[in-house]
């Protein structure tokens, strides 16, 4: 999405449009409860570059906890075969439709208990949403900062989808908050 198009979606979500400086792209910032949520688009480089777009926001959880939650396709159905980790969720649907991998599966289950998280998961034809721990190349963030992000491989200018991704990662935030997972707002 161009300037305009992130200024204009800035307003209409009463978020914050911003630019970091001359090499970075245009993004914008939202709060939701203490948490700062960005969304902006980077390319991909190389030959045949794609412009995604990426949600995130940055937390601190009380003790070491990842997951990363995608659709199921034929490569995940291959690695499933070979012995890739896959946390069952006890839905048969959502067990088929998405991968989920996690270093306590107890937590991410918990996590998807909750419907509200759930039926926006499931509001994506492509999911890429993940915890991590946040790298520190270009950001100063506190000791123990974890990166929640949402990634896709496209330029979205839809509006509606962008505010979708943003229920998603608020409802997420509120789980995790909810479980006890989280011990600081950054």
């Known amino acids: 999405m161009n300037s305009k198009g992130w200024k ?8 914050e449009y911003f630019k970091k400086g001359f090499w970075y792209p245009p993004a914008v910032k939202k709060v939701h ?3 700062t949520i960005v969304f902006e ?9 794609v412009t995604c777009t990426k949600v995130y926001t940055y937390i601190i959880p009380k003790k070491y906890f990842e997951f ?3 659709n199921n396709n034929i490569f995940s159905s291959i690695g499933k075969y070979f012995g890739m980790q896959d946390i069952e969720t006890g839905d048969p649907v959502f067990d088929k439709n998405y991968i989920v991998k996690s270093n306590d599966g107890f ?14 998961i499931e509001n994506f034809k492509r999911l890429n949403l993940k915890l991590k721990k946040a790298g520190k190349l270009w950001k100063k963030l506190p000791e123990g900062a974890y990166e929640l992000e949402f990634i ?10 962008l505010e979708t991704i943003y229920q ?15 011990t600081q707002k950054i």
């Open 107 to 120: 937590k991410v289950k918990q996590l998807l208990r909750n419907t509200k998280v759930k039926n926006e």
């Open 41 to 49: 688009n980077y390319s991909t480089g190389g030959e045949t570059p």
């Open 33 to 35: 409860n203490g948490y």
């Open 8 to 15: 204009n979606f800035a307003e209409h979500i009463n978020g």
């Open 152 to 161: 896709t491989e496209r330029d979205i200018h839809d509006y509606r989808e």
């Open 168 to 182: 998603l990662i608020t409802g997420v935030l509120d789980q995790l908050e909810e479980i006890g997972i989280l």
């Open 68 to 70: 990363h939650i995608y």
